[in-house]
């Protein structure tokens, strides 16, 4: 039961948002999971992991596309960057996001509750210098502890 929590709380990381505003970095593009430069935690990392943005602020419209074991799951989503509470309905279910710019960072909180649960996850997003990467540090509270994760993404 714990490992199946754990990984439905990666998942739901993999999948929390990532917005931005006009005089904020832009983060359109296909971004592709660098695993080997990635921390997982306690759960093993995906097979595959993609995002495709496209952003015009304050929207930001996002396909992921992730396997685990074997199983590739597509999911689309749109976020609203306006720093408001917003209901986001994706794979895992609905979770409540808000996404707010600290500086270059954007950090992104998303409160879901998986099987009675309820799993917050916050997220800084990093986009490199050079416009080429793009790291999140990632943390999870749960029932059954804390969890951080670290995800890097190269531009395609």
């Known amino acids: 039961m714990n490992r199946r929590l754990w990984t439905l709380a990666l998942a739901a990381a993999l999948t929390a948002p990532a917005a931005f505003s006009a005089d904020k970095p832009n983060l359109t593009g296909?971004?592709?999971l660098n695993i080997k430069k990635s921390e997982f935690g306690p759960s093993p990392g995906p097979d595959k992991f993609e995002r495709?943005?496209?952003?015009?602020?304050?929207?930001?419209?996002?396909?992921?596309?992730q396997s685990f074991q074997s199983q590739e799951r597509t999911n689309d989503v749109v976020y609203v960057?306006?720093?408001?509470?917003?209901t986001v309905k994706s794979g895992q279910g609905?979770?409540?996001?808000?996404?707010?710019?600290?500086?270059?960072?954007l950090e992104v909180k998303s409160v879901r509750n998986v099987q009675g649960?309820?799993?917050?996850?916050?997220e800084t997003w990093t986009l490199g210098e050079d416009g080429k990467t793009l790291s999140t540090v990632s943390h999870i509270k749960a029932p059954m502890g804390e969890l951080d994760l670290k995800f890097f993404f190269e531009k395609q």
């Open 81 to 86: 960057t306006d720093g408001a509470e917003h």
């Open 52 to 65: 495709k943005i496209v952003h015009h602020d304050p929207e930001l419209k996002m396909t992921t596309v």
């Open 94 to 105: 609905e979770a409540q996001i808000t996404a707010t710019w600290k500086g270059k960072n």
């Open 30 to 32: 296909t971004w592709v």
């Open 117 to 122: 649960n309820e799993i917050v996850a916050v």
